[in-house]
């Protein structure tokens, strides 16, 4: 067989486990992929361009930083990705698990994810307005769909995702972001209270209002999906 000849049956093969990957684990991966990009993007490259370290949790590394004049350390908000994925994730969900539910279980399926998408974009933009990052946000939101129209027309699709079925996939992904919930809600309090040493903030009370529920059913939705 000559290279050429390879060169052609890899790319068939690969073709034909597209093919075989389900629709929403395909979905899903992507969107991970995308999320995990921006925040590559944000915490590498414009961290060397800027020469600051990008950290979601700045109070963490310098509780002052946000009033030095010149801090090493900022506020970075590319999270904000993962917040302007949810309606997407909704619409995933939606369409390959209520597809043929009721009207009033997909009413109130889409009530829940308008109130949480609501509710997270107003208690994080609320830290955008309050250090003047709205341009910011918007740079963000327009390279996540950048990256996710790339990634989807590429059709990149890691080895570990071919052959994982829907519920699996979307059990996983949960599960992974109710740890990350739970885990937040003990250590940025700790961190901040214990190391820090800073006061108790109506910010924390927040947080640990919304990690905590949110941990919980989540979990109990993806021990569900795993039975």
């Known amino acids: 067989m000559t290279q050429r000849d390879r060169l052609i049956a890899s790319a068939s093969a690969a073709a034909d486990e597209r093919a075989e990957t389900d629709p929403f684990v395909a979905d899903i991966a992507h969107l991970l992929m995308t999320f995990l990009i ?18 979601w949790f700045p109070l963490w590394l310098d509780p002052r930083w946000d009033t030095r004049p010149d801090p090493w350390v900022v506020y970075s908000q590319s999270y904000f990705a993962g917040i302007f994925l949810l309606p997407l994730l909704c619409r995933l969900v939606g369409r390959d698990f209520l597809a043929h539910a009721r009207a009033l279980a997909r009413a109130a399926f889409w009530s829940v994810c308008a109130a949480v998408f609501a509710f997270v974009l107003w208690w994080k933009g609320s830290l955008m307005l309050q250090y003047h990052k709205q341009y910011e946000m918007i740079g963000w939101a327009a390279l996540t769909l950048v990256v996710w129209t790339v990634i989807r027309a590429a059709g990149i699709l890691p080895p570990w995702v071919r052959g994982l079925s829907r519920r699996r996939m979307l059990g996983s992904l949960l599960f992974a972001i109710a740890i ?31 990690f905590i529920p949110a941990g919980i059913v989540l979990v109990v939705l993806s021990r569900r999906l795993a039975a």
Do not use: C
């Open 38 to 55: 921006v925040v590559a993007i944000d915490v590498v490259i414009v961290s060397l361009l800027t020469h600051r370290l990008r950290f």
């Open 180 to 210: 990350f919930f739970l885990v937040m809600s003990i250590l940025d309090p700790l961190v901040q209270l214990g190391v820090q040493r800073l006061p108790w903030s109506s910010g924390l009370s927040t947080e640990i209002g919304f």
